[in-house]
């Protein structure tokens, strides 16, 4: 947990955005990876809020006992909700929370 913590205000400091705390209000995201596959949804639940402009990694397990990180990126509008922000196949755990960084767009 300190582990992941450190590494996401290390990565805030270094992009110049704001910490994960000021964006989870605007953004909700849940993901899983099991049964083969991994998925990563989230949602914008700020409605006064501008679009957000996200990033993300996410540590995952394979089957045959690697890992490999996936990274992406996003935007949200203002309502989306429920939106697959990632889909991927050939995992079947989660060796991390996914790690999700946004920022308002003006």
């Not at 957000?52 to 890992?67: E, V």
Request: proline residues 8%; charged residues 10%; hydrophobic residues 40%.
């Amino acid at each position: 947990m300190t582990m992941n913590w450190l590494r996401t205000v290390t990565v805030a400091a270094v992009l110049g955005c704001a910490l994960p705390a000021a964006a989870k209000d605007t953004v909700s995201c849940g993901g899983a990876a099991m049964l083969g596959g991994a998925q990563l949804n989230c949602s914008h639940v700020e409605p006064k809020a501008p679009p957000q402009f996200c990033t993300f990694s996410w540590a995952l397990h394979m089957p045959a006992g690697g890992q490999q990180v996936v990274e992406g990126s996003f935007t949200l509008p203002p309502g989306a909700s429920n939106v697959q922000v990632y889909q991927g196949s050939g995992f079947d755990s989660a060796l991390s929370n996914p790690i999700v960084i946004c920022r308002g767009s003006h």
